[in-house]
């Protein structure tokens, strides 16, 4: 097995194109499994093929998500500055205390649930649609309609008083920025980490309708004041760039396949697949939560030992001929099955089905108010976002 000539980084799209870097589904078509040198220290196993990954995800008991960098051999650093404290972080919890918070949070984000913001959100995107067109293209998308729309309805959800939105955007940003040095990381993580401590403090004294307001209100005694801090704090980040970013790049990706748009645009039926292939052809999180074996694995050809690090690349695996026929062309009229744009197993998403739902109405409604849209840039000048681990965009000029 050979040192890949990359870490697991966000392919850079401008070099690339949509779908996993060259290098990486040439592993996916070769070994299957590379060791990748990683942030922390020790190399990983990096897993490329749909099956792999899927067995890997699907298996908690074997590869676990709690490590800390006192798991690893050697002198091991831990980037991981999601939320600056792992309480609540779902994303770095096992079972049985990964249950027990999952339990807690899954029946606010079902389906059913969902129904019951669509109203909301079906506001949210018309008024936001109200103002491009009263400004007139061209427009940045991205900062217009693709971030803000997320933005606002999760800090709805969370009772992120409105004063504080824009400001909270600017530091989801900063936390997720790779380029950033770690001092400066740290130092948002540790802002981040107040400014939730203040918001869950203020709950405290008056528990709103929102979800904070109902972990206090239905689970304080199940719950530490770290772990809902911590909560509010995970859901902040999941549930901002990533809907946003789906939402600007299923834009340029839809305008560069304009026999798909139309379908998207004109028939109704068409937009619950199509919202599927785009998670799948996307693939925006290039790799979730690294794991850490907790007993010796045979997986995709190799011996994974106790104590390795194990990553896994989504890109590839949704683009996996082995698991789609024709991986590599968009068709939203195909019925997407098992795709992981959303993880897989126990840490698969939690706000997935909200955002479904937000992805559901916001693309239909932006290409039937403007039917002419299209690029106000030539395509090789779109900016993509290259320095951040969910892949993005930074900005989308587009006109009607
Ligand atoms: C987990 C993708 C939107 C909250 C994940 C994972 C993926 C993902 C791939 C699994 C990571 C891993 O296993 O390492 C996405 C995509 C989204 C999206 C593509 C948008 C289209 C959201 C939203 C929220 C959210 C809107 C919150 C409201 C979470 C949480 C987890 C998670 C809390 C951790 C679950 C756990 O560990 O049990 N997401 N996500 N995500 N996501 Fe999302």
Redesign the pocket.
């Known amino acids: 097995m050979t040192q890949a000539p990359t870490d697991p980084r966000p392919v850079d799209f401008r070099r690339h194109g949509f779908g996993p870097a060259p290098e990486i589904a040439a592993v996916r078509e070769a070994d299957g499994v590379i060791r990748v040198p990683t942030p922390f220290g020790p190399s990983a196993w990096l897993l490329t093929r749909h099956a792999d990954v899927r067995a890997m995800?699907g298996d908690a008991e074997s590869f676990r998500?709690g490590w800390t960098p006192a798991d690893l051999p050697g002198d091991a650093r831990d980037p991981r500055q999601i939320t600056g404290d792992r309480s609540g972080n779902?994303?770095s919890?096992d079972p049985p205390d990964?249950t027990r918070l999952?339990r807690m949070l899954t029946p606010e984000?079902t389906v059913r649930r969902m129904r019951r913001l669509e109203p909301r959100i079906v506001e949210i995107v018309d008024d936001h649609l109200d103002a491009l067109e009263r400004r007139g293209g061209p427009v940045d998308l991205v900062s217009t309609y693709a971030l803000p729309i997320?933005s606002l309805v999760?800090c709805e959800?969370l009772g992120v008083p409105p004063a504080d939105r824009d400001e909270f955007q600017e530091r989801t940003r900063r936390q997720l920025d790779m380029t950033a040095s770690a001092s400066e990381k740290a130092a948002s993580a540790a802002e981040a980490l107040a400014y939730m401590q203040g918001l869950v403090a203020a709950a405290r004294r008056d528990p709103g309708e929102d979800l904070i307001g109902m972990l206090i209100r239905e689970h304080d005694e199940d719950l530490s004041n770290d772990e809902l801090v911590g909560i509010a704090n995970?859901?902040l980040v999941?549930?901002h760039e990533?809907?946003s970013n789906?939402l600007g790049l299923g834009t340029l990706a839809l305008l560069r396949h304009p026999e798909q748009l139309a379908l998207v645009r004109d028939d109704d039926s068409a937009v619950g697949p199509a919202v599927e292939e785009l998670?799948r052809w996307l693939s925006?999180?290039n790799s979730?939560?690294p794991r850490l074996a907790t007993r010796d694995v045979e997986l995709g050809g190799v011996t994974i030992r106790e104590g390795d690090l194990v990553s896994f690349n989504?890109p590839a695996a949704n683009r996996d001929p082995e698991a789609v026929d024709d991986p590599e062309r968009l068709d939203v009229t195909r019925r997407v099955t098992a795709h992981?744009?959303?993880?897989h197993?126990?840490?698969?998403?939690?706000?997935?089905p909200?955002?479904r739902m937000e992805?559901t109405i916001a693309f239909p409604a932006l290409l039937r108010r403007f039917p002419g849209l299209r690029l106000a840039v030539p395509d090789e000048e779109v900016s993509f976002d290259v320095a951040h681990p969910i892949h993005g965009l930074e900005s989308l000029s587009v006109t009607w």
């Open positions: 995800l998500n779902l994303l919890l990964h999952r984000f997320p999760i959800l995970l859901l999941a549930g990533t809907t789906m998670l925006i999180v979730g939560s989504l992981m744009g959303f993880g197993g126990i840490h698969h998403c939690l706000g997935a909200l955002a992805m």
